[in-house]
Every structure is written in C-alpha cells, then in structure tokens.
C-alpha cells in the first residue's frame, strides 16, 4: 500500500538546514511512499525538489480572495512554486482562534485551486470524547465535493511536542471511526495520517495501526532520522 508521509517544518529552520535537506531529499530513493515537505512561506523557493516521490506542501492558506489581504498569501502564489499540499487546521493554528468555520472555508479554497488539504484533527486531551474529532472532520469537509478523497491527519494536542504517544488500539479506533465518518458523510475513499511525537524509535509501532502515513514535526528537522522512517515505513 502507498504511504503518505508529510514533513511539518512548522516555524523551524533556516537557508542553511534547509538546503542539506533537499541535498539528501533529492537522493532518497523509495518504492510505494510519497513524500510531502512543508517548509514556512519564506523559505518555499530554496526546496527545489528533484525527486519524482517528493511534493512541496506549505502550512496555511488565506481565507480571503481578493487583493485587500495585507500579510496574506494566494493560492496563485502557492502554484507559482508548484506547491501541491495544504496543511490546514493544525492546533497550533485552533489554538489562535481559527474556527472550524475558516478551516471549512481553507479546505474548500485550496479544492477550488487544485490545492490538497491536509486537515489536522485531535481531542485535546486524553480524556476528552473522541467524538469531537469526528465533529471537526464533518464540519471541515462540510459543502465540498463528494468526488474528493480527504485527508485528514489525527493529531492529538495532547501528543504534539510532548513525547507521548496514544496505544496503536487508540490510534486503530480514531482511523476506523473517521474512516466511518467519511464514508458516512458519502466520500467514497479517504487518506487517514497519524501525527505527534513520533520519532525513529516509535514509528514502526504506530505505522502498524490502520493508518495510511504519518505527519511529522519535530523529526522532521534531523533528515537523518526523518529518512531512516521514510525508509523503514517504505519497506514495510
Ligand atoms: P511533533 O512530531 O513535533 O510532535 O509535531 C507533530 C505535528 O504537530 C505535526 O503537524
């Protein structure tokens, strides 16, 4: 089965880092993975990626469409620099207000500009209801067409940055219920990735839940160990 694996750089790195990146990006060789690297805005133009399993991402979108959006950046911009994914909702970005509401309005944006969203879902905290995650993947999916297949990246808050990690079993239950959800609300097939803390030692683990790929922060930064899991995940 093909992989997905996407690269969260998140507000990290600079000219330098990210050049031995793409040097080595450009030389992995894999068979059955795709790869996505989401760089910050200012730094999109360094990744000249030469690798025909590697595609450029980028961590947001603007709501608005016209030219009154000072600090904003356009889709057309984004295909200026064959920027393909978009992550859209991340919870560090819920965390400063954006509503289910603007996510709704980014995914559809980005489907509209032949952009692919990669909507972020996850409860906050390991007690919360599970069910709430299935709220924001309806709410962000809601009025878009039935012939996409999305994506969606469960990330939960409480696993980001912080070195934990839920059990394969939760990881197992949260892909079968949004793969539920998604077939429910008449999408015909759907991309599920697993996000937080995962690192060289850990992935294998969560790589044999249900799930189709994995989004990575912090790892992404050590490209030795972002491409030793690009490799293990491949070989699977
Ligand atoms: P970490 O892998 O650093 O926990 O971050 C996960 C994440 O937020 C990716 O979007």
Redesign the pocket.
Known sequence: MRRLIVA?YKMNGDKKLFASIIKKINKLKVMDTKIVLCPPFVYLDEFKIKNKFVSLGCQDITIQDNSKSTGQISPKMLAEFQVKYV?VG?S?RRKLGETDAQINEKVKICLNNDLLPII?VGEEKKSDKLDLVLCQVERALENTSKDNTPII?Y?PVW???TGKIPEPSRIDRMSEKIRAKIKDLGYQNCIVLY????NKDNFSEIARSKIDGL?????SLKIDEFIAIVKGIDNE
Not at 195 to 198: F, P, Q, R, T
Not at 215 to 219: A, F, N, T, Y
């Open positions: 969260n992550i991340h560090e972020c990246a990330e696993a980001i940055g996000g937080g803390s995962v989004l990575l922060g912090g790892v």
